[in-house]
């Protein structure tokens, strides 16, 4: 019972980072304005990511979040949906946490 | 030695004898407006740090013709270190490539504290400007010649995205850019010099070529030398990027990519890589790239390892990147792309 409750808040909080980074990309990016966008969606397929953006995303997560992105996280698979970033959030705030 | 890129300066007993708000009759000092002219002709950008009142020292900057050659021009009652730090940002330049002119000793003394790698000058020893291996660049490029003009096209650009209520990519899709890729020509040379020594920030590896290597690469059987040039509705922005290819029976390496600091706005980063991969994938090879990570370019190594570039090895700084060409992106809708091979 003990455990399940401890997972159940880690996802809370997974959630929690990808509602933010989606409302973000839907702000900041046309092709995600007025369409759905699920977590799970390739949002690199979805609407170009020029390396400016893909910076922009960073200097977001990293401040909102309170976390730095070492340089062997920064690859397509992490960046590829919100889902995706969301999981490397928690898990980089884990590894700091540690 | 670093080139200086700009050169910020006093007013008050600097530029001019006497005191602006001190009501004196200002007279501008003996061959200053010839040496403003000759630094702006050698591509060097100029700004103001003074403690005035902004409109009256406008006004007379505008009286005497000196007006447009200044950028970002920081008058106001602040330090003048946090003046030099907002032209810096505003120019989006290395602060370590700003020279500060003033003829008080404070004010030398206060930028230099706060800044120590900005090189400052006493006003007293202005005839010696020119001759400053720092203020003089071996060749004055065409694109050096504009520099000030771009910059000032750019501020108008600035100034329109500011008031632009929306999203950044639907601001950049009124700009009507155009991206132009071509093969390396002889008169394109000094400017990729100059590409090599200027550019910190989206650059690969950091490594410096002369103007023969350049030459001798681009007659080279076994490269590819690739120059950019950008366009929009403003204007030119000049020649912008290079890459440099190496071709080896079926690897090909991209030994040094780089653009302006000046595009980085303009998300036209990731262009030049797409035609690299777009082009290693039709002829059927490998695809290699080098990557030196120094503290300034973090976002090319973004450019990279979110192209789906991925580490094969590394010694210290140093690491070779290979991508598989399983992912290829299309051009940016809001850049129309045109490639001169």
């Given at each position: 019972?003990?455990?399940?409750?401890?997972?159940?808040?880690?996802?809370?909080?997974?959630?929690d980072?990808?509602?933010?980074?989606r409302?973000?990309?839907r702000?900041?990016?046309?092709?995600?304005?007025?369409?759905?966008?699920?977590?799970?969606?390739?949002?690199?397929?979805r609407?170009?990511?020029?390396?400016?953006?893909?910076?922009?995303?960073?200097?977001?997560?990293?401040?909102?979040?309170?976390?730095e992105?070492?340089?062997d996280?920064?690859?397509?698979?992490?960046?590829?949906?919100?889902?995706?970033l969301?999981?490397?959030?928690?898990?980089l705030?884990?590894t700091?946490?540690? | 030695?670093?080139?200086?890129?700009?050169?910020?300066?006093?007013?008050?007993?600097?530029?001019?004898?006497?005191?602006?708000?001190?009501?004196?009759?200002?007279?501008?000092?003996?061959?200053?407006?010839?040496?403003?002219?000759?630094?702006?002709?050698?591509?060097?950008?100029?700004?103001?740090?003074?403690?005035?009142?902004h409109?009256?020292?406008?006004?007379?900057?505008?009286?005497?013709?000196?007006?447009?050659?200044?950028?970002?021009?920081?008058?106001?009652?602040?330090?003048?270190s946090?003046?030099v730090?907002?032209?810096?940002?505003?120019?989006?330049?290395?602060?370590?490539?700003?020279?500060?002119?003033?003829?008080?000793?404070?004010?030398r003394?206060?930028?230099?504290?706060?800044h120590?790698?900005?090189?400052?000058?006493?006003?007293?020893?202005?005839?010696?400007?020119?001759?400053?291996?720092?203020?003089?660049?071996k060749?004055?490029?065409?694109?050096?010649?504009?520099?000030?003009?771009?910059?000032?096209?750019?501020?108008?650009?600035?100034?329109?995205?500011?008031?632009?209520?929306?999203?950044?990519?639907?601001?950049?899709?009124?700009?009507?850019?155009?991206?132009?890729?071509?093969?390396?020509?002889?008169?394109?040379?000094?400017?990729?010099e100059?590409?090599?020594?200027?550019?910190?920030?989206?650059?690969?590896?950091?490594?410096?070529?002369?103007?023969?290597?350049l030459?001798?690469?681009?007659?080279?059987?076994?490269?590819?030398?690739?120059?950019?040039?950008?366009?929009?509705?403003?204007?030119s922005?000049?020649?912008?990027?290079?890459a440099?290819?190496?071709?080896q029976?079926?690897?090909?390496?991209?030994?040094?990519?780089?653009?302006?600091?000046?595009?980085v706005?303009?998300?036209?980063?990731?262009?030049?890589?797409?035609?690299?991969?777009?082009?290693?994938?039709e002829?059927?090879?490998?695809?290699?790239?080098?990557?030196?990570?120094?503290?300034?370019?973090?976002?090319?190594l973004?450019?990279y390892?979110?192209?789906?570039?991925?580490?094969?090895?590394?010694?210290?700084?140093?690491?070779?990147?290979?991508?598989?060409l399983?992912?290829?992106?299309?051009?940016?809708?809001?850049?129309?792309?045109?490639?001169?091979?």
């Amino acid at each position: 019972m003990h455990d399940e409750a401890v997972v159940n808040m880690a996802d809370v909080t997974v959630a929690d980072y990808a509602a933010n980074i989606r409302a973000y990309l839907r702000e900041n990016m046309t092709a995600f304005k007025d369409v759905e966008l699920d977590d799970e969606d390739n949002i690199f397929e979805r609407g170009f990511f020029t390396s400016l953006f893909a910076m922009q995303l960073l200097h977001y997560v990293e401040s909102t979040f309170d976390v730095e992105v070492p340089d062997d996280y920064i690859m397509l698979r992490n960046f590829s949906s919100v889902r995706r970033l969301a999981d490397m959030v928690a898990e980089l705030k884990r590894t700091a946490g540690e | 030695m670093k080139m200086v890129k700009c050169v910020v300066w006093d007013l008050d007993d600097t530029l001019w004898h006497g005191t602006l708000s001190a009501g004196d009759d200002l007279v501008l000092r003996e061959g200053v407006v010839d040496l403003v002219k000759t630094l702006d002709a050698r591509g060097i950008l100029q700004s103001v740090a003074s403690k005035n009142n902004h409109d009256d020292a406008m006004r007379k900057l505008e009286e005497l013709g000196l007006a447009e050659y200044f950028l970002y021009p920081q008058i106001n009652w602040n330090s003048k270190s946090s003046s030099v730090a907002a032209i810096r940002q505003k120019l989006n330049i290395g602060i370590d490539t700003i020279m500060f002119v003033d003829d008080q000793p404070f004010e030398r003394d206060e930028v230099a504290f706060a800044h120590p790698e900005v090189e400052t000058v006493d006003s007293a020893e202005l005839a010696t400007l020119l001759t400053m291996p720092r203020l003089s660049p071996k060749v004055v490029t065409e694109d050096a010649s504009r520099r000030r003009l771009m910059y000032l096209e750019d501020q108008a650009r600035t100034e329109a995205e500011s008031e632009y209520q929306g999203a950044a990519d639907e601001f950049l899709a009124g700009l009507g850019m155009i991206f132009h890729i071509a093969r390396a020509k002889g008169d394109d040379l000094r400017r990729l010099e100059e590409l090599t020594e200027r550019t910190n920030q989206l650059n690969s590896t950091g490594i410096q070529y002369s103007y023969e290597q350049l030459e001798e690469l681009m007659h080279s059987p076994d490269h590819d030398l690739w120059v950019c040039e950008l366009t929009d509705r403003y204007g030119s922005y000049g020649k912008i990027g290079m890459a440099l290819v190496e071709k080896q029976d079926d690897r090909w390496t991209i030994n040094l990519l780089l653009m302006s600091c000046r595009t980085v706005s303009k998300g036209v980063g990731t262009v030049l890589l797409s035609f690299l991969l777009k082009q290693a994938a039709e002829n059927g090879k490998r695809l290699f790239a080098r990557f030196r990570r120094t503290d300034r370019n973090r976002q090319m190594l973004v450019t990279y390892q979110l192209a789906n570039f991925r580490v094969v090895s590394h010694e210290g700084s140093d690491y070779l990147y290979e991508n598989d060409l399983a992912v290829r992106q299309e051009y940016p809708e809001y850049i129309k792309v045109e490639i001169d091979a």
